[in-house]
């Protein structure tokens, strides 16, 4: 799945990515999500609920955040 594209770029998608990367166990699948969560979510933060999940807001991004 591709995730900088103009589709993603939501945040209806945003929480659909971040629902589908808390519920991940693929080490690899995570990291592809982690990337694009870091750069559409709240400043870059990483933040975990007392269950382990994240839960970082959306970001609201005035641009398409860059691929690193």
Same mark, same amino acid.
């Given at each position: 799945m591709r995730f900088f594209r103009p589709d993603n770029w939501t945040e209806?998608? *945003? *929480?659909r990515i971040r629902t589908a990367f808390n519920?991940?166990?693929?080490r690899f699948e995570?990291?592809?999500?982690f990337i694009y969560l870091n750069r559409f979510g709240c400043n870059g933060v990483y933040r975990v609920n007392a269950n382990?999940?994240?839960n970082t807001p959306y970001?609201?991004?005035k641009s398409m955040p860059g691929f690193p």
């Open positions: 209806k998608a *945003y *929480y519920a991940s166990s693929d995570r990291a592809v999500r382990g999940e994240m970001g609201h991004p």
